[in-house]
T-cell receptor, first 114, second 115 residues
């Protein structure tokens, strides 16, 4: 079985500050990893994904994440936060050999202070 | 590409009533997924289709829930005899399976409130 842990439910940063959202996963096989963002009253939008190859993955809106197998982590970062980044962020894992259903973490709400 | 659409966006119903939600996937996407998201939680997998075949159902999907995808296009999710615990956001996602890599694109969701 796969699982995702997103520690903490809320992160607050100042505009222009570094954003770091943590994600740790558990999987019996090499996983595919995803970060999705959800704005209020909207569905989930894919930020980035890791499947194979380069472990540093760049996504939309200046976000990137690094897959670290030894730490079973896939933390999301952005060098400089913008007010428009305020949203809920979900880390997810899937088993590439199976039906590709996503297993999500509980999510982290990012607030950006002016 | 008009994205995944879901209707209705909001539904309020009384306990014991039946409700049906519709999902229209991105055209030519052969896979369609249903997830449920409760307050403060991440989405949880309910079921998925490849074309018109329903290939897996979660244990979360009680016998009051039924999903269909006739002709491999749109899908419906019906909940019979709704309970207050069914209140949640129901999300639909579609994808095109190409090899082992696929990306799921989500719709805006249907928010259900059972009174």
């Amino acid at each position: 079985a796969q699982s995702v842990t997103q520690l903490g439910s809320h992160v607050s940063v100042s505009e222009g500050a570094l954003v770091l959202l943590r994600c740790n996963y558990s999987s019996s096989v090499p996983p595919y990893l995803f970060w999705y963002v959800q704005y209020p009253n909207q569905g989930l939008q894919l930020l980035l994904k890791y499947t194979t190859g380069a472990t540093l993955v760049k996504g939309i809106n200046g976000f990137e994440a690094e897959f670290k197998k030894s730490e079973t982590s896939f933390h999301l970062t952005k060098p400089s936060a913008h007010m428009s980044d305020a949203a809920e962020y979900f880390c997810a894992v899937s088993d590439p050999g199976a039906n590709s259903k996503l297993t999500f973490g509980k999510g982290i709400t990012l607030s950006v202070r002016p | 590409d008009t994205g995944v659409s879901q209707n209705p966006r909001h539904k309020i119903t009384k306990r014991g009533q039946n409700v049906t939600f519709r999902c229209d996937p991105i055209s030519e996407h052969n896979r369609l997924y249903w997830y449920r998201q409760t307050l403060g939680q991440g989405p949880e997998f309910l079921t998925y289709f490849q074309n018109e075949a329903q290939l897996e159902k979660s244990r979360l999907l009680s016998d009051r829930f039924s999903a269909e995808r006739p002709k491999g296009s749109f899908s419906t999710l019906e909940i019979q005899r709704t309970e207050q615990g069914d209140s949640a956001m129901y999300l639909c996602a579609s994808s095109l399976r190409a090899g082992s890599i696929e990306t799921q694109y989500f719709g805006p969701g249907t928010r259900l409130l059972v009174l």
